[in-house]
């Protein structure tokens, strides 16, 4: 047996774990590379770069998937909420005036691309051209949307949440129609399941399995929006009992 092939990553296995400690080893040296560019006046420079490679690598990822050998439409086209959140993280680190994008890269990219980490639907191994588009395609995207919170100074508010929630569920109504027509199974709404064990095993059939699904992504995103609104909330009430105290100190005449 060829060696390579012991490598395929298998959900919970040790190869498994040992490539997703990569993954965010790769993410995390990224974003302090990042803060330290920031102190020497170099941060747009990376993030220009990191953007413009995530937009090659893109390019490269659709048209290989549209190559006549890989080509399958139930599988090929970019139509999954990462392949949409792969298009969005290079834009919106270099338009950081476009606050949508931002709000789009930091809950899709927490709230969805996280769980290839967790649960990966691959059966290949660094010997094939699919396994380097999967963890690296996912990595890039979690990897911006952690730059852009710990370098860029990203912080959700409630109606980033509200405004994600519409492109959410406005995605999910198109894409379960699309699915339906052509008997796919894109975001994973469709009528089958993926080809791996998933939290979507445990859902029930289908079309119970897709609602549970977008109340899920709600409650993920809306767990994401919460320590912010909390952190806030705290802050204020700090800066508050601050000045309060302040203003009852004794005055000198």
Sequence with gaps: MNCVKLLAVQP?????????????????LFAAFGRRCKRNDREFNLRRSFALFFIAWQVFTTIWWLLPRNYD??????????????WIAPFALLFQDKRWLRTMLYFWGFGFSTEAFITPILDHGPDSVHFWLFWGGHTLIVGAALYDVVVCGYRPRFRDFLVATAFSLS???????????????????????????????????WPLRAIWMILLGELFMLLLWAPWAIAGRNGKRELTNTRTSASSLPHRP
């Design 12 to 28: 919970f296995s040790p190869q498994h774990l040992i490539t997703v400690i990569a993954c965010l080893f790769a993410m995390i």
């Design 73 to 86: 439409v139930a599988v090929s086209l970019p139509l999954h909420v990462c392949d949409l959140a792969a």
């Design 171 to 205: 995605y999910s109504a198109i894409i379960i129609g699309l699915n339906v027509a052509i008997g796919a199974n894109y975001g994973y709404l469709g009528q089958s399941k993926p080809g791996a064990p998933t939290l979507i095993d445990h859902l029930g059939q």
